[in-house]
């Protein structure tokens, strides 16, 4: 799968400088922080799936939901990429691991790995597994955009509405 991402490099970019205007910060004041909610929200992700939630018997949360808490991470990988200057029109999806468990572990070291590291290099790697993931889950890279936009929109009405 190959998501193309220049123009939510874009997108992202207006909602970025709204909240930076709004709140007064900047982008170089908040990318620690955004580093952050990319692990948070990536976990918000994990919760939906239920992957690890051996202990119980309730399945997975509807795809609509996974999809709109994977669009969250999306949302912060492309500003965090927007700090990089990626150039790239596309990123190209990483296979990741069949077990969903290990999948969002290798997940986690990769962003952990990119916060070290704050290159584009190890960003393409942090984005294109998590895209793998989405794969592994039965989504499209059409469904991602699909999800990104939807939340991207409500994203910008929430700072209209002092969310």
């Known amino acids: 799968m190959q998501l193309k991402v220049n123009d939510l490099y874009q997108l992202q970019n207006g909602l970025d400088e709204e909240i930076y205007q709004k709140f007064s910060l900047t982008r170089e004041g908040t ?31 509807p795809a609509p939901v996974i999809l709109e808490e994977y ?5 912060f990988l492309l500003s965090l990429g927007i700090d990089l200057k990626d150039p790239s029109d596309y990123i190209a999806s ?56 939807l939340k991207n929109q409500e994203n910008h009405h929430r700072q209209d509405t002092n969310y």
């Open 94 to 149: 990483i296979e990741a691991s069949e077990d969903l468990t290990k999948a969002y572990l290798k997940m986690y070291e990769l962003c952990l790995d990119f916060h070290q590291h704050f290159d584009l290099a190890h960003y393409h790697q942090c984005f294109g597994y998590y895209l793998g993931i989405a794969q592994r889950l039965g989504y499209t890279a059409e469904d991602i955009r699909e999800h990104y936009l």
């Open 71 to 75: 669009a969250d991470g999306i949302h």
């Open 31 to 61: 990318s620690i922080r955004r580093r952050l909610a990319l692990l948070v929200e990536l976990g918000e992700c994990v919760n939906e799936t239920r992957c690890f939630k051996f202990w119980s018997v309730k399945g997975p949360s």
